[in-house]
């Protein structure tokens, strides 16, 4: 089991839809948790982050975090073609180096 | 505001030839440094990270080597590339330690985009 799971994707939304990009970690003692974008061929680039069960609101981005089911998600509201991008979930643990675990990914296109 | 700088963007290197890559960090001190690598159409595979001065740790056993000569300066080596080390080269910082360092995100230079010939 890998320690941080997404769908590879593509999700395909049409523009002004909601756009809900799902995350599973299997380690309990997960504390952090982040969401990059990343543009084919850019760097990753930071969106998003939550510490605590719930939701956290940022523009139109909105970070869900459920630990009791190991779950996080990132929905992003009135999607618009240069949303279009992966999206890579990434969980740091409370343990050693503190080790930031990236999931491979989701490809979201944005269809205007 | 923090910077990182990473070069050079795009390289083309014969197989065993030797490789540099740099990565400088501005506008913190003590940062923990990262070096990772993603293939095309895969995921980021952490190959090195510093916590200061000297220290490495090294995450997958493979051609590579990396130091840390200064505060802010990451650096990443072969002697001799093999076919396998294509790819796209990230660097990233983050700071702090203990439950400050637990919510410090990593920050990521522009890569650099790594081609064996």
């Known amino acids: 089991q890998k320690e941080v799971e997404q769908n590879s994707g593509p999700l395909s939304v049409p523009e002004g839809a909601i756009a809900s990009l799902n995350c599973t970690y299997s380690?309990?003692?997960?504390?952090?948790f982040f969401w990059y974008r990343q543009y084919s061929g850019k760097s990753p680039e930071l969106i998003m982050f939550i510490y605590s069960n719930g939701d956290k609101e940022d523009g139109r981005f909105t970070a869900q975090l459920n630990k009791a089911s190991q779950y996080v998600s990132l929905l992003i509201r009135d999607s618009q073609p240069s949303d279009s991008a992966t999206y890579l979930c990434a969980v740091k643990k409370n343990t050693g180096f503190q080790k930031l675990v990236f999931g491979t990914g989701t490809r979201l296109l944005v269809s205007p | 505001s923090q910077t990182i700088h990473q070069w050079p963007a795009t390289l083309v290197q014969p197989v065993g030839s030797p490789l540099s890559l740099e990565c400088t960090v501005e506008g913190t001190s003590n940062p923990n440094l990262y070096w990772y690598r993603q293939a095309a159409g895969r995921g980021l595979q952490l190959l090195f990270y510093?916590?200061?001065?000297?220290?490495i740790s090294s995450e997958v056993p493979q051609n590579l080597s990396a130091s840390r000569p200064q505060d802010r300066q990451f650096i990443l080596s072969s002697k001799k590339l093999l076919l396998s080390d294509s790819g796209f080269y990230l660097c990233a910082w983050t700071a702090g330690t203990g439950n400050r360092g637990l919510r410090q995100p990593q920050h990521f230079g522009d890569g650099t985009r790594l081609s064996i010939l």
């Open positions: 380690d309990r003692g997960s504390q952090s």
């Open positions: 510093s916590v200061g001065i000297g220290q």
